[in-house]
């Protein structure tokens, strides 16, 4: 899944280690896109501690979404 760059970048500011909330919050307050904070939306409710976590945790959740679609 490749991350729009405004998402990336947001990814690359923030401070760690974040738990998803505050990924969200912070998206919200630095006015991210809607399609950026519902891609946010998609992360598991955890602790990450570095930006390459949050990238991984959602190129699997995209992964296993764009699965479900396509046997649809």
């Known amino acids: 899944m490749v991350l ?7 990814l690359a500011a923030m401070e760690y280690p974040a738990s998803k ?3 969200r919050r912070e998206a919200v307050h630095d006015g991210l896109s809607l399609a950026d904070r519902d ?5 598991p409710d955890r602790s990450y ?3 390459w976590h949050v990238r991984h945790a959602l190129s699997r959740v995209g992964n296993a979404f764009e699965r479900v679609t396509a046997a649809a």
């Open 49 to 51: 501690n570095a930006r």
């Open 21 to 23: 909330d505050d990924l």
């Open 39 to 43: 891609l946010l939306d998609l992360l």
């Open 4 to 10: 729009p760059s405004t998402l990336d970048r947001f």
